[in-house]
């Protein structure tokens, strides 16, 4: 409040004003005003919800004096923006030409000023008036080797007659058309071959479209130019340099490949330093689109040098092309290129020290992670991280005796770049679709005031990427073996009270597949909106069930067993869909639904504890610490004891995110979900999910949090408060305007790593 109160016009000479406001008024014309927006260039300060904040931080500072705090507020904070008139003039101007180029030639962008206490709106007013369309597309075409190929592909063009004239889309169209005729062979082929020419005297707004495209020009030594047909290129070898050192290169010169061995393998060309190649000369051709005898193909080189850093087995690829002995000739006429790829190795291997902090439910804690990493493994670039893992979690309040959690664990897994299957392990199907096979075994141990829980699993599955949005990931073999060697005795008869989960802490057997499907089509390089989608489908004990009812096998407690221990069976799945809108450059409001689902059943009376779904804490509704929330308006009666787990979970988040100064961010959140049982739980009332009144069991949170932007890591805090409440015993409750907010119960405060969602 401090902040904002400060008068914006403080610091702002005499004579001048502030830039109160910018705003652009225009008529439903096909034309976004977020298009037209970056073509202002003089914009006012920031506003947070109306507020300037970081102007008023600035005002903040005294500007006679230059230690802290006035200097550091005048870094943080924001200069006011005086009115410019000159950077008006020139935003009429762009606005003007930007309309031009989208077909309206006849545009006109007037700014209308309102100065009032110094400080001065400014309105851009922009009558369109009717646009111009594109009337007929003509041709001109030099080169009659390319002519006959360019009209067949006129198909595809990106603009047809009838639509609104738009240089965006004349120029997407010379890039198309360039890639295309480049991945016919066309090596030299490029934008500079194509021109366009517009012609407005045929009148009714109509533009003529004039489509050039020259032969090729070259200029020789002596500056002379000449002009011939465009060549069509051959692949004739492939040279490949698989430990390729470009320090090396430099200082030897030449002699830095004949000093090398070359050897020659389905032919291509090999050239390294060692008998025993780095990486399997079948790992990096089942990576290549290109081939010796292949007509050049812009694309495939793409998808080549894509395909090879996908392997992270290289830090640098680089394909390049020389043109072969020009006498040379292919079987129709073609010239030759010999290929020349660089691929510079990572270090193979790596050793890396993680330090965690985590705060779960008020108790501080830390983890300390020990990383090895082999990026090359049998020489197939294979990945092979084995981490090991010791926390320790300190208990703000004594449990049984004791104030700490403490947890100890290994993973290894093991990547390979291809499938084991041996009917989907062709060179066709690696190059299309990019699988790996993911081999996983891990052992934890977890040691809690209450009881003590080790879990082992092993997983073997397959994971491919279907274009460039969609990943799939099918792991038909999952084993978890979860065991409780102790359980404190007052704690069992505490969940003994309660049926679920009293069979949620028993040693359980897990045997099962799942599949996960991931959509997401973000732009790191472009600050745009983008949707992130995620199903997970889980399948387990069908099988184990199976063979036990054809062997006739008896059962134990009214379970099947294996190895002496019940088996878990049950059908699981849920979905995450988050949408990213992006604001502008500082701020972007997040979406997310999630909806998750539960089944046991056949050998199983509830899901194993690891599959439940719980409600709360920091990636969740954050005004109720973690495990603390639901199930539906269920109140537990004993306080003390805050782990509620249940089948079924719907939660809806939205985030505003905005930057600040520096390396600090901020969010306002708003968050609603919960979890409920999918059958009626006599010892929980009010659990079970019931359809038309489950959103009376919304519990919905408010709050504001912090990001820290670390570069290689993004640390969170939040600060949550409850608004709507359904575990009041008289129902669901508004709490504010019904009752004082508590600090104590209403407000939660959480530290994280990285974005909620």
């Known amino acids: 409040m401090i902040v904002v109160s400060c008068k914006p016009t403080r610091y702002i000479p005499a004579g001048e004003s502030l830039l109160n406001k910018s705003e652009i008024k225009v008529d439903d014309i096909g034309i976004k005003k977020s298009d037209l927006v970056p073509y202002i260039k ?30 550091w507020l005048r870094n943080i904070g924001e200069e006011p923006v005086i009115f410019d008139p000159f950077a008006t003039t020139k935003s009429s101007e762009q606005l003007d030409n930007y309309l031009f180029y989208k077909g309206f030639f006849n545009a006109e962008v007037n700014a209308d000023l309102l100065t009032k206490d110094k400080r001065t709106d400014v309105i851009y007013k922009i009558d369109a008036h009717e646009p111009y369309k594109i009337g007929n597309i003509n041709y001109q075409v030099e080169d009659t080797s390319i002519r006959k190929l360019i009209f067949m592909d006129t198909i595809n063009r990106m603009f047809d007659p009838g639509q609104r004239y738009d240089i965006d889309a004349l120029e ?57 047909p465009h060549k069509r290129y051959r692949i004739r070898d492939i040279y490949i340099y698989p430990d390729f050192d470009p320090r090396a290169s430099l200082s030897g010169g030449e002699d830095y490949s004949t000093n090398r061995d070359t050897t020659e393998y389905k032919g291509f060309y090999f050239i390294e330093s060692s008998d025993l190649p780095i990486v399997k000369y079948d790992v990096i051709l089942q990576s290549l689109y290109v081939k010796p005898g292949d007509l050049y193909q812009v694309t495939n080189v793409e998808r080549s040098q894509s395909h090879l850093n996908s392997l992270k087995t290289f830090r640098v690829v680089d394909i390049g092309y020389n043109e072969a002995d020009a006498s040379i000739s292919g079987p129709q006429g073609e010239h030759y290129l010999d290929g020349v790829i660089h691929l510079t190795p990572v270090v193979q291997q790596a050793f890396t020290v993680e330090l965690e902090g985590t705060n779960s439910a008020g108790n501080i804690g830390g983890a300390l992670n020990l990383i090895y990493q082999n990026r090359n493994l049998f020489r197939g670039a294979e990945q092979l991280n084995v981490k090991l893992k010791g926390a320790y979690e300190a208990l703000s309040e004594e449990v049984s005796g004791s104030r700490s959690t403490q947890e100890y664990g290994m993973e290894t897994s093991l990547t390979l770049p291809r499938f084991l299957l041996p009917f989907l392990d062709k060179e066709s199907f690696i190059k299309r679709y990019n699988p790996s096979t993911v081999l996983k075994v891990a052992y934890n141990y977890q040691n809690f005031p209450v009881y003590t829980r080790t879990v082992a699993n092993a997983t073997f599955g397959y994971n491919w990427k279907s274009n460039n949005f969609i990943t799939q990931t099918v792991n038909p073999l999952q084993f978890n073996i979860v065991k409780l060697p102790f359980i404190d005795p007052d704690f069992e008869k505490q969940i003994d009270t309660t049926s679920y989960l009293a069979y949620s802490y028993k040693d359980i057997f897990i045997v099962g597949g799942n599949y996960t499907y991931i959509f997401n089509n973000q732009n790191i390089r472009k600050s745009r909106d983008f949707w992130y989608i995620k199903f997970n489908g889980e399948l387990a004990g069908n099988l184990l069930a199976l063979v036990h009812m054809i062997s006739g096998a008896e059962k134990v407690d009214d379970s099947y067993v294996i190895f002496g221990q019940p088996f878990a069976q049950f059908i699981k799945g849920d979905i995450d869909i988050r949408y990213n809108r992006t604001m502008n450059q500082a701020s972007s409001v997040v979406y997310r639904l999630f909806l998750g689902f539960g089944l046991p059943y056949g050998n199983s009376r509830a899901l194993p504890f690891e599959k439940q779904y719980f409600g709360g804490g920091a990636n969740g509704v954050r005004a109720w610490q973690v495990r603390t929330l639901g199930p539906g308006s269920f109140v537990p009666a004993d306080k003390s004891f805050y782990n509620q787990t249940a089948d079924i979970k719907i939660e809806l988040n939205a985030e505003y995110r905005f930057k600040l100064f520096w390396i600090l961010e901020g969010a306002l959140f708003l968050d609603a979900g919960n979890i409920w049982t999918l059958y009626t739980d006599e010892d929980r009332p009010g659990s079970k999910f019931e359809f038309y009144k489950f959103t009376r069991d919304l519990a919905i949170g408010t709050g504001m949090g912090l990001r820290f932007d670390l570069n290689f890591v993004i640390l969170r805090t939040d600060l949550g408060v409850k608004l709507r409440d359904p575990q009041v015993p008289n129902g669901p409750e508004w709490i504010p305007g019904s009752r004082p907010l508590s600090w104590r119960n209403d407000f939660v405060f959480t530290l994280g790593i990285g974005y909620p969602f």
Do not use: C
Request: glycine residues 12%; charged residues 25%.
């Open 172 to 228: 997407g169209e010379m890039l198309r058309l360039q890639r295309f005729v480049r991945d016919l062979g066309y090596f030299k082929f490029s934008r500079e071959n194509i021109k366009f020419e517009g012609d407005t005297t045929i009148g009714n707004h109509l533009v003529d479209i004039n489509l050039q495209v020259s032969k090729q020009r070259n200029i020789g030594f002596n500056g002379i130019t000449s002009v011939e």
């Open 42 to 71: 003089q914009v006012p300060n920031k506003r947070i919800f109306g507020a300037r904040f970081h102007l008023g931080l600035y005002n903040m500072s005294n500007l006679n004096k230059e230690g802290w705090p006035n200097g």
